[in-house]
């Protein structure tokens, strides 16, 4: 090794770190920014309710920050060396696991929305709807399953970053148009459509560049995968 002479890269993992850099700074704006602007809109009353409702919700959002965390770790190896089968059974655990989280975990907010929001205060349980909302539009983030961490860690981190300004511009745009009909519940229904819509973006994207299907929708084309297909792509396991 002493005698390789070393190479350096710095521009492109400079831009490729920029590009990481800003979207997680995006990712922590749209998570905590929503609080401050409807303390602006309407009320430090409402902007005390609608938090404490984002964090009940943002339960599912533990779960997508979880399976990112795994994803970085054991899908690229995967990916890359193609070793297909292994990639698709680790895909297939993490698909049952979010499942199960996202039926069981809408079940309990559903019916226990009133008493959750009750650990609050009696001024929070009037606004049940605004927590379920929010658990909808963290729960099918979820169920999206770790489409972002495949996205950027498969070298298409620069289409990342505009998916998530689009979510943070949406969900502002939505709390100007709702808030002032709706309150608070016109922020979470903001809040619910810009991840929606920013989700089935990222799943779209992650199919057409990976050949992957990340969401829990994998456990229904489940069967298709007994026949092996002729030839692998080149670009990864074609899911």
Known sequence: MRGVPATFERERWRASGFRFWLSSILEAANQYFDVILIYWMLDPVMAGIYFAASRLANVFAMLSAA?????ARRLPSLYFSKQHDEFRHTLILMAEVTALCVV????????????LLGLFGKHFVSQQWTLIVLAIGTAIQAAGGPAAAIIQLTGHERAYVPVVAANVVLRLIGFFALIPWLGVLGAAISATVSLTLATVALNVMCRRWTGVDPSILV??????WKTKPAAAPATGPKV
């Open 219 to 224: 456990l229904f084309r489940r069967p298709n």
């Open 104 to 115: 069981s975990g809408l079940f309990v907010i559903w019916v226990g929305a009133p008493y």
């Open 67 to 71: 399976l990112y965390t795994f994803a």
